[in-house]
């Protein structure tokens, strides 16, 4: 079973707008050349979220959050990306292995809150469903349209 990436965002800066790309360079033991988080973590040196665990959130409660929303890097269409919290994984030509999943936080609450959800709201409904954090073991530039896949 594999799926595929629909969108790529990095942000320079902590806090700072999370922009799209076409493609990037994963860089090994490193993170996403060009990211906030390149060359500062060593564990979450990634984080992905799958599109269609979004759009099931979005349908159970009536929002219309957007993958960069969410603020993860790499979004994935047609797999489910919890199945790799502790295993290897290919994304494009990139080896990668989850670590933890990337549970929802009460600063990403507090950003996607508004007059109709709280920020409590937000945790709950994104719980095991907001993503997954990688370390990159073999680097390589992946790009929309790479498939993301077992190793």
Known sequence: MS???TNIFISESSGGSMVAKESVELGAGRGIIGDRYCDTHTDDQVTLVDADALAAV???TGWSLTPQDTRRNIVTSGIDLNQWETSKFRVGDAILEGWELCEPCASLGAL????TRT???????????AGLRARIIEGAIVGV???????
């Open 3 to 5: 799926g595929s990436i």
């Open 58 to 60: 979005n349908a159970a």
């Open 112 to 115: 996607l809150e508004n007059d």
């Open 119 to 129: 920020n409590a709201d937000v945790v709950k409904a994104l719980t095991h469903k």
């Open 145 to 151: 349209g790479d498939a993301v896949a077992s190793e």
